[in-house]
């Protein structure tokens, strides 16, 4: 007679391996918050993949091969990093100083709500049409004049600045 051994159900999986699978990340890792985001990588792979994984004598190893090549990718990948780091630490990025003017129209672009304030300083600072700030931020240009119309609003009376270009004020 034949038995035909059906596949465990991944989620009946996930929940026997998934705690031992995150104190193995942890171990290699060292960080709690790591060994999450390396166990549930691994599980994603898993559920993937569950078709083939599912059916192997024992998928729990084949997780755990998993984890620990994802642990090991990262602390690679965070190595290569803190080299990096170190090469780049003595390197002073020179920021040319702004005029007091610039540096009150900055500090108020920086009070807006996010994505004016994103806006605003590539279509000004960086000299990004609309299009292109569009295109950076992942909406759409519509999006980014009305962005740049409430910016401009906001800031005008904060810097004195009437809409028709008039200052009541220095800066």
Known sequence: ?????RAEAFDAFYAR???????????????AAQAEDVAQEAMLAAY????DVGEMEFP??????VCANVATSLARRR??????????????VEVAALDDGAAVFWAEVRRL???????L??????????????????????TVKTHL???????????????????????
């Open 1 to 5: 007679m034949v038995y035909l051994v």
């Open 17 to 31: 391996e998934y705690a031992a699978l995150v104190a193995l990340a942890f171990v290699l890792t060292g960080s």
């Open 48 to 51: 993937r993949r569950w078709g």
């Open 60 to 65: 729990g190893a084949w997780v755990r091969r």
């Open 79 to 92: 190595l290569v990093e803190a080299r990096a780091l170190l090469r780049l630490r003595g390197r002073r």
């Open 113 to 119: 709500p996010r994505r004016q304030a994103q806006c």
């Open 121 to 142: 300083a590539l279509f000004y600072m960086y000299g990004c049409s609309v299009t292109e700030t569009a295109s950076v931020l992942g909406c759409s240009e519509g």
């Open 149 to 171: 119309a409430r910016g401009r609003a906001t800031l005008a009376p904060r810097l004195g600045v009437h809409t028709d270009g008039e200052r009541t004020n220095e800066l």
